[in-house]
């Protein structure tokens, strides 16, 4: 099934707005609020249906290995190529927003969402401010005046709700150095010290797409959960979504080790006031109690420079950019320079001073 929200005053498609958090027409101006828009016979938790008792509604034909799918546009009557994982796309041929329902039902259907927060003007600006920070990219660079999409995409994420349970015994040291008589003397004490913690972890993001670079997704934490809310199929008009490849339990073993650390560094952190310390034995378990299917906002820029492309993404709910800028030789080779510099003149300045020439 195709989902197109249609404006009630001039008919044209409607899309998602950041700023009013409601359906906008982008031709009229009209709102409406989301609520109004959710279908009451729509279950996401419902098995996805047969294609032979909802033909008249969807126009699809499954492709090799299910790689690909046919569907047919309620504005234009275009038909559209799909991959296998998305969701939510826009028609080639009119642009219109499309909504891929049976990629959202069953037990592919998200239980939350955060909506984008930043409009493509905003993420276009912010990525173009983010440019201009760069001290050691080149000059051509910092102008981001060669952008060649911004794309935004709702990425799947599974959310863990952890329990962290840790056994630990270190031996820790104070030492102290004092003098008594002719003699230098440092002391030392060794203390035998066991820490068992029991933590909580709440909401801890692991993207689900093969297509996203799991280490550029990680970067972009954190994402607010106040605005977390719950799925509702009018947030991704105007967007591009994906559904998820992997599993929370094909996951796990990844978010297990994120998780171990989180729970290794608290230990750590409850062990003060000593000089050094040396674990002997450490033992983490992590397990899962929950996690949520959710889509997070991710805008996905792509950046010509010098005949060569640069992917970066931008969260799209704090603004927060990441990714790797080229890097520009000559200034690399400038501030080396300048270092080198500086060092000389310090070292000159030691050197007069040992030599009593103040």
Same mark, same amino acid.
């Given at each position: 099934?195709?989902?197109?929200? #249609? ?8 899309? !998602? ?17 989301? *609520? ?16 032979? *008792? ?13 790689? %690909?799918?046919?569907?047919? /546009?309620?504005? /234009? ?13 826009? /028609? ?30 905003? $993420? *276009? ?18 102008? $981001? ?9 709702? +990425? ?49 993001? /692991?993207? %689900? ?9 990680? #970067? ?25 490849? !992997? ?7 990844? +978010? *297990?080790?994120? %998780? ?32 949520? !299917?959710?889509?997070?906002? +991710? ?5 010509? !420079? ?15 950019? +990441? ?18 510099? %500086? ?16």
């Amino acid at each position: 099934m195709v989902l197109q929200y #249609k404006c009630p005053d001039c008919g044209a498609d409607m899309e !998602y707005d950041s700023k009013t958090g409601m359906l906008q027409c982008p031709s009229c101006g009209h709102l409406d609020n989301i *609520e109004n828009y959710k279908d009451p016979n729509y279950n996401p938790k419902e098995d996805i249906p047969d294609y032979e *008792e909802h033909k008249d509604n969807t126009s699809y034909s499954t492709y090799e290995d299910d790689n %690909a799918r046919q569907y047919q /546009c309620q504005n /234009c009557g275009a038909t559209l190529i799909t991959t296998k994982d998305t969701s939510a796309t826009t /028609c080639n041929f009119c642009g219109s927003p499309m909504i891929l329902g049976d990629r959202l039902s069953g037990k592919l259907a998200p239980s939350h969402v955060i909506p984008f927060q930043i409009s493509r003007q905003e $993420a *276009e600006e912010g990525f173009r401010k983010w440019c201009k920070k760069g001290l050691l990219t080149p000059k051509g660079f910092m102008s $981001a005046d060669r952008i060649k999409s911004i794309t935004g995409i709702y +990425v799947p994420f599974w959310l863990y709700d952890l329990n962290g349970r840790g056994d630990a015994h270190a031996i820790c040291t104070r030492t102290r150095h004092y003098s008594q008589g002719d003699y230098n003397i440092t002391e030392t004490k060794y203390y035998d010290v066991y820490r068992r913690v029991n933590v909580f972890y709440n909401k801890v993001p /692991c993207d %689900a797409s093969e297509k996203m670079d799991d280490k550029l997704m990680d #970067k972009l934490e954190p994402f607010s959960y106040q605005d977390l809310k719950e799925f509702n199929t009018p947030y991704l008009a105007g967007y591009i979504a994906e559904k998820y490849n !992997y599993t929370d339990k094909e996951l796990f073993p990844r +978010v *297990e080790e994120r %998780a171990e650390t989180f729970v290794s560094d608290y230990i750590r952190d409850t062990i003060i006031g000593y000089d050094s310390i040396r674990f002997q034995h450490k033992d983490i378990q992590i397990l899962q109690q929950n996690a949520d !299917y959710s889509l997070l906002p +991710v805008w996905m820029i792509c950046y010509d !420079y010098q005949q060569g492309e640069h992917s970066f993404a931008m969260n799209g709910q704090t603004g927060k950019v +990441v990714g790797k800028p080229p890097l520009s030789k000559g200034k690399i080779a400038a501030w080396f320079g300048g270092l080198s510099a %500086a060092s000389l003149i310090i070292m000159q300045i030691i050197t007069f001073i040992v030599g009593g020439g103040f």
